[in-house]
């Protein structure tokens, strides 16, 4: 009997027995097995076995150190001993999320989603903060230039929703095409822009329904309404496909699928995310309003979670009824220390990254967020890894305790973080500077003592 096949049953032998396997796989050095009874695994017997190198547990994997050349011989083994046939097991991906609460679910469900479209929001992030920067400075673009600014800066964000519908539909075994055309039909032009409809600048589409009057506006730049009804479309084509003879596949099941997400997206999604967004703006007006710092750490906290939403938007309303109303805008300052703390979170996560590619990237995002453009480093980085997240939450209540506790606040709107100083140029720079300061150090200190990245990484 070959060292391989003695290793291979020895293995099997001290896991539990093939039944005990959910999934089996291996990189370049060591054997990856998921269990579904852990306690089964003898560690020490594992370990004792002739040619094993040692072993750990990561990433919810027991991973066995074999070493080059001599792993994939051992697997080949395993997977002939214990018998099992081509796609019986599950893959490291599926077994591993098979594991989650809904909460990682849905994390993970985040991630995988903006994974493709990353690069884009990166590099446009970068472009839209340096010209966020460049005009607030007073520089007056060319209007050609201006143009071409927004074709190259403004494309990817005003169609953000048809990424995202794209994106879930692969994921969820839909037409990705389909589901491109889904999302732009959300951000058709002959839909009044929701930011301009938050800014008050434009009016939405009345739809009368007997007494019910259903407002209908565009999503730009939105991403849960996109992601929610990604979702829809890609179960009503996946549902149609089994009952549609193929005969008639090719013309029902895309224009039924189109019908129905139109209607659900723009009728009965898009209404509630607007009541969402019309409560969000009277809890978070009655939340600053709270004495002692308390309304500031909770507003700075939750910031960046209502990003990931897209219903930031909505703020635009607040900040232009807080500008009109008393020449301030106290709201901006919250944001601005959640958008630092998010880039203090990600660079001390980063820090602690063994491969050089992901570090390479996850820095890249943090240069946009310094510029006050979050999305890239919220949905390629800290989100994923949900640690990194939930302690830039926190650095950013504490940067709000302080900010609302001076009394900070802005004196206009539209730019945070770095371009964001200018607005602070009445006398207060030096605490929107000390604001940020906290944000960032407090997210890179939580960051580093409670953030583990996973052994892979």
């Not at 201006?146 to 074709?151: A, F, I, K, P």
């Not at 703006?281 to 960046?304: D, K, R, S």
């Not at 703020?315 to 998010?342: D, M, R, S, W, Y």
Request: proline share 5%; glycine share 10%; net charge neutral.
């Amino acid at each position: 009997m070959s060292k391989e096949r003695q290793v291979a049953e020895a293995v099997l032998a001290h896991i539990g027995g093939k039944e005990n396997v959910v999934s089996a796989e291996h990189c370049a050095t060591r054997l990856r097995l998921v269990l579904k009874d852990e306690s089964k695994y003898d560690k020490k017997a594992v370990e004792e076995i002739d040619g094993v190198k040692g072993s750990f547990k990561a990433a919810g994997q027991f991973q066995i150190i074999l070493g080059t050349g001599f792993v994939d011989k051992v697997y080949a083994e395993f997977m002939q001993v214990a018998g099992f046939a081509d796609g019986e097991l599950m893959s490291k991906a599926e077994a591993t999320a098979s594991r989650l609460n809904w909460f990682q679910k849905a994390s993970r469900l985040l991630g995988d989603v903006f994974l493709p479209i990353i690069p884009i929001l990166v590099a446009t992030g970068l472009f839209m903060g340096v010209r966020s920067l460049i005009t607030s400075l007073g520089v007056e673009l060319n209007p050609t230039l201006m143009t071409l600014s927004q074709v190259l800066i403004d494309t990817a964000f005003s169609f953000l929703p048809a990424l995202v519908t794209y994106s879930v539909m692969k994921k969820f075994g839909g037409s990705p095409a389909l589901g491109f055309v889904i999302g732009l039909m959300l951000v058709a032009p002959q839909l009044p822009n929701a930011n301009q409809v938050a800014g008050g600048t434009a009016e939405p589409i009345i739809l009368a329904l007997g007494a019910l009057n259903i407002s209908i506006v565009g999503y730009q730049g939105s991403v849960l309404p996109a992601l929610v009804l990604g979702i829809i479309a890609a179960k009503i084509e996946k549902s149609l496909k089994k009952v549609v003879p193929d005969v008639l596949d090719l013309i029902v099941t895309p224009f039924v699928t189109l019908f129905c997400s139109m209607v659900i997206g723009l009728i009965v999604i898009g209404p509630i995310m607007h009541e969402v967004e019309q409560v969000l703006l009277i809890a978070v007006q009655a939340l600053m309003n709270i004495p002692l710092g308390i309304g500031g750490f909770i507003v700075g906290a939750l910031q960046q979670v209502v990003v990931i939403t897209g219903l930031h938007h909505t703020f635009k309303t607040l900040e232009i009824e807080l500008l009109a109303n008393t020449g301030a805008n106290p709201f901006n300052t919250l944001t601005c220390g959640a958008i630092v703390a998010q880039c203090g979170a990600a660079v001390a996560a980063a820090l602690k990254l063994k491969n050089k590619k992901q570090k390479s990237l996850y820095l890249s995002e943090v240069l946009p967020a310094a510029l006050g453009i979050t999305e890239p480093l919220i949905f390629g980085g800290n989100l994923p890894r949900l640690i990194p997240f939930v302690c830039a939450c926190v650095g950013g209540g504490v940067a709000g305790v302080f900010s609302s506790i001076m009394g900070l606040a802005a004196t206009g709107m539209s730019i945070t973080a770095i371009p964001g100083m200018l607005l602070y140029l009445n006398g207060q720079l030096p605490q929107y500077l000390i604001a940020c300061a906290i944000g960032f150090i407090v997210a890179f200190v939580l960051t580093t003592v409670f953030y583990k990245p996973k052994e892979e990484e």
